[in-house]
């Protein structure tokens, strides 16, 4: 917060001719008279962004590049699943088409599987706007809640073996146990977008590069965010063409 409060005093000391990302838009729209923003709900929004886009996204793909490493099998199908996508295209010429986005099914198999295993929020917030009866107990109105998706995804009667690895569980499809990106009115606005991100890094990753971890790292812990304190270190080489 200290670093976005030096950077908004900073931009508006020197506004820049052209805007150039996301932060001016939210300077400009505070410098509009009839704005309903403040200097505290800007900063606040610029934290929760950077949270929610770039930690989660760069996170969840750190993660299934460290359970591939780990499940050669999974490696295997997967780059199967994206070089057989490069093979049927009609036009070599084209990029990615949103049609071949949507036959990626190991694919978004992986993500799910990662993102369960991830659990990259660890709580979300709820309110209790009236009494709850739950089971034996009550949750009095006002009372804060916190729900706990890792309790959830970790849970042996809702995924077998919960602990490992296993893309091949989702081959019937969704589950309703599965909450990654929250649930309800609050639903991460961001899914979509982020397995977008996800299968077209993963695409890249297993047709046009050769990788290998280096160095160790790769150890996660929970604070109770997901970190990689070491890192997590890869050499990655263009792969030849065969
Ligand atoms: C692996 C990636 C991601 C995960 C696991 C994730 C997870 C979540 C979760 C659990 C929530 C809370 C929902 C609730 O309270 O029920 C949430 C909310 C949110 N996410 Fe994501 N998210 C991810 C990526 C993104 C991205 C890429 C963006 C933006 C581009 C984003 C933007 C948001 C926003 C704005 C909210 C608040 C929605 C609201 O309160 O109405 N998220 N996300």
């Avoid at 995924?159 to 499809?173: A, I, M, S, T, V």
């Avoid at 890249?204 to 996660?220: A, D, N, P």
Wanted: some cysteine; hydrophobic content about 40%; aromatic content about 12%.
């Amino acid at each position: 917060m200290a670093m976005l409060k030096n950077m908004l005093k900073d931009r508006r000391a020197n506004p820049r001719k052209v805007k150039s990302d996301f932060f001016d838009y939210v300077l400009e729209e505070l410098d509009r008279g009839d704005s309903i923003l403040t200097e505290a709900i800007a900063l606040d929004l610029m934290f929760v962004l950077l949270f929610a886009s770039f930690e989660t996204t760069s996170l969840a793909i750190t993660v299934a590049v460290k359970l591939l490493r780990d499940n050669p099998r999974a490696l295997q199908e997967l780059t199967e699943e994206h070089e057989n996508i490069l093979r049927n295209r009609e036009n070599k010429e084209s990029g990615l088409t949103w049609k071949e986005y949507k036959s990626m099914t190991f694919t978004f198999q992986i993500i799910n599987e990662t993102v369960r295993l991830a659990n990259i929020v660890p709580g979300v917030f709820r309110k209790a706007l009236r009494d709850i009866k739950f089971k034996d107990y009550t949750i009095p109105a006002g009372w804060a809640v916190m729900v706990c998706p890792p309790a959830i995804h970790l849970n042996p009667d809702n995924y077998k073996d919960p602990l490992e690895f296993n893309p091949w569980r989702w081959e019937k499809g969704a589950s309703k146990n599965f909450m990654g990106f929250g649930g309800g009115m609050r639903f991460c606005v961001g899914t979509d977008f982020t397995k977008v991100q996800m299968a077209v890094f993963l695409h890249c990753l297993v047709t046009k590069y050769r990788w290998r971890t280096v160095r160790g790292g790769g150890e996660i812990v929970r604070t109770p965010g997901l970190q990689f304190p070491n890192g997590f270190h890869v050499e990655i080489s263009e792969r030849q063409t065969e």
